[in-house]
């Protein structure tokens, strides 16, 4: 025991300033990893879609014209998104349970950064997501989306009482409960560590929380800590998922 306290005191001391402040943000890349690998599952599913999609071809045409997506690009969302959305309950709207089903391959039990993804899918807050936030969502992971909207994100990740600010227990929240679900084991000095790290170099006016401001400046100065909100894959989704050709309502 005594050996592994002395270990992870040894590890804390090698870490540099922004490996600590880099490591705060564990939580947000491991989010998004699985998301994408569990959307990636969905991809690799073949079978045809319970449901038809309730969206006409001028919504595609729409959402393309707002997004970083092609017209192609949408209609292959949706057809990941009809089969997100009818797995459980065949109604067209991706519902918590469905959710959880395609990342964590498990309909039931309480997951906080499942439920935080979830909150910010769903936009309108009631509590289902639909296409038009599926598509919203997605497209600030995208390669094109402006800088902006990548750290408007993740900011709003870690606010998880909604209050306009990042707080110490908001992060230490995030961290303790991703580690759970990854089977990674920090000591709690390295954590309260970890978090000190961060708020000495964010909270600029040092009143113990990080405002939008004070976030902005603290990514712009530590770019890889934006790094996991671009996912390369979505620069072309529809070489991951081709069977939207079959449906699609662009002309050859």
Not at 93 to 107: D, Y
Not at 112 to 127: A, C, I, P, S, Y
Not at 136 to 160: C, G, N
Request: with cysteine.
């Amino acid at each position: 025991m005594g050996t592994a306290a002395s270990s992870s005191t040894s590890r804390s001391s090698s870490l540099t300033v922004g490996e600590k402040v880099c490591a705060a943000l564990i939580p947000c890349a491991v989010v998004l990893e699985i998301l994408i690998y569990g959307f990636a599952s969905c991809f690799d599913d073949r079978r045809s879609s319970p449901v038809k999609p309730g969206h006409t071809f001028d919504d595609v045409t729409r959402l393309a014209r707002n997004s970083p997506f092609s017209v192609n690009e949408v209609e292959a969302l949706l057809e990941l998104f009809n089969r997100l959305s009818n797995s459980i309950i065949t109604d067209g709207l991706i519902h918590k349970e469905e959710l959880q089903l395609a990342l964590l391959n498990s309909a039931g039990g309480e997951n906080l950064f499942l439920n935080r993804v979830f909150d910010l899918f769903d936009e309108k807050q009631n509590g289902v997501i639909e296409f038009e936030e599926f598509v919203h969502v997605l497209s600030i992971f995208h390669p094109h989306a402006p800088m902006e909207q990548k750290i408007d994100f993740a900011f709003r990740l870690y606010d998880l009482r909604r209050t306009g600010f990042i707080e110490r227990e908001e992060v230490k929240e995030m961290i303790v409960a991703t580690l759970k679900e990854t089977g990674m084991v920090l000591s709690e000095e390295i954590l309260e560590e970890i978090i000190d790290n961060t708020f000495a170099d964010a909270d600029a006016d040092m009143d113990g929380r990080i405002n939008k401001d004070e976030w902005r400046n603290f990514v712009i100065r530590r770019p890889q800590l934006l790094k996991n909100m671009t996912l390369p894959s979505l620069r072309d989704v529809t070489t991951g998922f081709p069977s939207f050709i079959f449906n699609t309502g662009v002309d050859d």
